[in-house]
């Protein structure tokens, strides 16, 4: 967005100079096309002449061309392809897992050398602090659904108070009756269509949006009963809105003008509603735990009721109601997609290779039995799952939940590792290539969960080279959140279910992942899986 917007304002500034000078020279309508028509093009060529090129102190650099960059992301291409076929030849060539690439939003230099990573995400946040990241004009769809006062993108002082208060409520919430309820849910779901084929992508996003929801703040989206009820609906079509790159464009059609269109008009009304509806919650669950109305047991508390408590503990340090509402936002955005993907592509590589399924699914029995009924772990169960604890993070390294971090600025150089990055300049941890680094990892792209045994290749490797939750203090606070929710499931399916991939799938040969121009994991094919029952 920064590079469109610099580039319109660009062109508008100069043309304006331009046509005020040459336009009184102008005599006839056939030379004002001609000459405006030239105008035009030197001064679109001169603008994208300057963008085409990353900025001088970078150009030192390794780097992906604009040009490759923008022929990737119209073509929409693999993100596999696109790694083993412009990222990796770069690494071969010495770029020591550092370069520079383009994106919709200007230029940055990304990292996928683990001792470099390491520098960055372990030092302190005054270091390597966050980006100033332009989430839209005020009034637009994404601007007041990620716009606001949350922790992911502030810094500094609100951004310690914030991870003050947040913090105890996600070391406190391991609710895995409910993940395990809403398990059994998902069974009945499955069982009351005529078919054994499923699309994973989509029961599993209906699946982690209420689990985030009841988790998250005790509201029952009801997805898995419902996938077409008003609340899912409402939240669909802010999340496909979010992302309409029109809009993001031209912002005054989505403020000012967006009544011309009634699509897009309706989005904002559905975004009104959500915001009604998450305020209201707030406000009667600020009252509960006044109260001291707030029951059930401590692990299966909603994150809203534990941090609203957090609060009331730390005396002076407290959020909001929009700063509450703004991170709430985010931990569903966070935390919907990105765990139903990965429980989604587990599967998938359970099905590709039945000998690991078949390990998992032995060391789940030992654990939790064969009794031909739906069985919930407990906690110190689900900690018992070494192998498919070892499957989960082979399944984060492969296919990562977000190809990349958002960016930080350098505000000192960096010169390791045979790498020169200037201060001032915005780096991103480039996760999805860290994961592929051949120098890192052996056979990459192969799955291979006995990496992750003890002593095995991860825990041999210097640096940080498995990072698909970040690290360090900006390390994803719903790490352990998502785990737990992902061992009751796989754990659980893995009892029930067999499964397999069909032979005529578009997935057979590798995931159809794809999303360069916008760094977001995006599977545009159906994954269905073959399920059979074992009781």
């Not at 201060?423 to 006995?450: Q, R, S």
Request: net charge neutral; hydrophobic share 40%; with cysteine.
């Amino acid at each position: 967005m920064i590079f469109i917007n610099q580039l319109i304002q660009t062109l508008n500034t100069k043309a304006d100079v331009l046509v005020k000078l040459v336009g009184p020279k102008l005599r006839t309508r056939t030379g004002a096309a001609s000459i405006s028509t030239a105008i035009a093009l030197a001064l679109l060529y001169t603008a994208i002449k300057k963008y085409m090129r990353p900025p001088k102190q970078l150009r030192h650099l390794a780097t992906v061309s604009y040009f490759d960059f923008l022929s990737y992301a119209f073509r929409d291409e693999l993100f596999e392809n696109y790694s083993k076929e412009k990222v990796m030849p770069l690494f071969k060539k010495g770029a020591n897992g550092v370069y520079v690439r383009p994106n919709v939003i200007g230029w940055n230099v990304e990292l996928a050398n683990p001792l470099i990573v390491k520098h960055v995400l372990l030092k302190p946040e005054t270091t390597f602090p966050k980006a100033t990241m332009d989430l839209g004009a005020s009034g637009t769809l994404i601007h007041q659904f990620l716009g606001g006062p949350s922790m992911v993108f502030l810094s500094g002082a609100d951004w310690k108070r914030h991870k003050k208060i947040a913090n105890p409520a996600f070391q406190r919430s391991m609710p895995v009756k409910t993940f395990g309820n809403l398990t059994i849910k998902m069974f009945k779901t499955m069982e009351s269509y005529d078919t054994n084929t499923f699309d994973v992508l989509d029961l599993f996003e209906r699946l982690t949006l209420d689990a985030i929801g009841l988790a998250g703040f005790d509201f029952d989206f009801n997805a898995l009963g419902d996938k077409n009820n008003k609340w899912v609906h409402y939240y669909d079509s802010i999340k496909i809105g979010m992302a309409n790159p029109f809009f993001m464009i031209f912002p005054a059609f989505d403020t000012k003008w967006v009544h011309w269109f009634k699509k897009r008009q309706q989005v904002h009304d559905n975004m009104a509603k959500f915001k009604e509806n998450l305020d209201n919650i707030i406000t009667e669950k600020r009252a509960l735990v006044a109260k001291n109305m707030s029951d059930g047991l401590e692990s299966e508390k909603d994150l809203l009721t534990l941090m609203i408590e957090s609060e009331m503990s730390l005396g002076g340090e407290t959020m909001s109601n929009e700063e509450l509402r703004s991170n709430l936002y985010l931990f569903m955005l966070a935390g919907h997609d990105t765990s139903s993907n990965t429980l989604a592509f587990t599967l998938y590589e359970l099905a590709q290779n039945p000998e690991i399924q078949k390990k998992a699914r032995e060391e789940v029995i030992r654990i939790l039995g064969d009794s031909p009924e739906d069985t919930i772990p407990t906690l110190e169960q689900t900690k018992q799952l070494s192998y498919v604890n070892m499957i989960m993070k082979e399944t984060m390294r492969r296919h990562p939940p977000a190809y990349n971090t958002t960016a930080r600025v350098a505000t000192e150089d960096i010169n390791m590792a045979g790498v020169y990055i200037p201060k001032g300049t915005e780096m991103c941890l480039d996760i999805y290539n860290l994961h592929h680094n051949p120098d890192v990892w052996m056979d990459p792209y192969k799955f291979d969960p006995e990496r992750f045994a003890p002593g095995g290749e991860a825990d041999n490797q210097q640096g940080i080279a498995w990072a698909p939750f970040s690290n360090g203090a900006r390390q994803c606070i719903g790490m352990n959140f998502s785990l737990v929710e992902q061992r009751v499931v796989l754990s659980m399916l893995l009892k029930k279910y067999t499964w397999t991939l069909p032979a005529d799938s578009p997935h057979k040969d590798t995931l159809q992942n794809r999303g360069i121009a916008w760094g977001l994991v995006i599977t545009k094919d159906k994954l269905d899986l073959i399920f059979e029952k074992r009781y």
